[in-house]
């Protein structure tokens, strides 16, 4: 089962795709990819290693062009034109920084390249998470590093923020430091914020959209309040996930031999006596698309046979 996109007017949304494709040699990273992000929203971006996620995010900070279909950002084609890179910030995973400038050459160079550069929120921030501006970037910690690549992005005042497994390599108290400055800085300036991540408790604590890729397509999209509403886990006498009604999608199934566990898409109550019918949390929802095969150029919704397990 299907569960359509709502059209949006592009003043609504901050990044839309249409059968987006990229392909790398005989490889497609992305295929049929699908998706809006709209405005105001934190979303939360997460699929496998190789699932495509940097592509996609590349693709929509102007860094590599779509091999297929479109891509457009704050409702303007990507990166084309200077005023729309400068609604856009960008923070890579690797939070590429020139380590023998000062954190105060950062900022210089910062205010000189973005005409919207917001120099009292470059230095308040700087000052309130304590980095020393004379020090060198190649001698701060991972942690210090991010801070700083967020303040850069940041102060350039974006519409749109993209962050690129930001946190993958901080360690708990920093990743969380990072996590918060980011809330409190969407939170006061409304911006909207693509944010790829492993770490789905992260997730959980600051995004309010949802995308799941596998294998380069968009197998889930949209709020995340929605889509946990929509999610059953049921359990029951053993039974052919594919006997359900067909209202109900059917992302994953377990069987033993007596006792069948289906996840389940829905918007209907599920009223059958026989299953126990559960809410599920986040990481238990976007582990089963993970876990879930899809054809070939699939989209969200087009999807092969759920996963099976058991016996």
């Known amino acids: 089962m299907s569960f359509p996109l709502q059209a949006r007017e592009p003043a609504d949304v901050a990044l839309q795709t249409r059968k987006l494709g990229k392909r790398f040699g005989r490889r497609w990273a992305l295929s049929g990819c699908t998706l809006q992000v709209p405005a105001g929203r934190v979303a939360g971006l997460v699929g496998r290693n190789g699932a495509g996620k940097t592509t996609l995010l590349h693709l929509a900070v102007g860094l590599t062009r779509p091999s297929a279909g479109s891509i457009s950002v704050l409702g303007e084609e990507v990166a084309a034109t200077p005023a729309q890179l400068a609604r856009v910030g960008f923070v890579a995973q690797e939070t590429p920084l020139y380590p023998t400038l000062t954190v105060a050459e950062h900022l210089r160079f910062g205010a000189a390249l973005n005409p919207r550069w917001d120099e009292a929120l470059a230095q308040a921030r700087i000052a309130r998470i304590g980095l020393d501006r004379g020090q060198r970037t ?153 876990r879930a095969p899809v054809q070939a150029g699939g989209r969200a919704g087009d999807r092969a046979a759920p996963a099976r397990i058991g016996r």
């Not at 949209?222 to 039974?239: C, Q, W, Y």
């Not at 809410?279 to 976007?286: A, F, I, K, N, R």
Request: charged residues 25%.
């Open 138 to 290: 190649g001698t701060l910690s991972g942690g210090q590093r991010a801070q700083l690549a967020l303040t850069l992005a940041i102060a350039k005042r974006p519409r749109l923020l993209v962050l690129d497994e930001p946190v993958a390599n901080l360690d708990p108290l920093a990743r969380r430091e990072f996590l918060q400055g980011l809330m409190e800085f969407t939170a006061e300036h409304e911006v909207s914020v693509v944010l790829s991540s492993h770490l789905v408790a992260d997730l959980e604590r600051v995004c309010d959209y949802l995308i799941v890729l596998t294998d380069g397509c968009v197998q889930l999209c949209g709020e995340v309040d929605e889509l946990l509403a929509t999610h059953r886990r049921l359990s029951g006498p053993r039974r052919d996930g594919a006997r359900l009604p067909g209202s109900r999608q059917v992302i994953e199934e377990t069987h033993t031999a007596r006792q069948s566990t289906l996840l389940v898409r829905t918007q209907e109550p599920i009223i059958d006596p026989t299953w126990t019918v559960e809410e599920l949390g986040l990481e238990d929802m976007v582990l089963a698309y993970m």
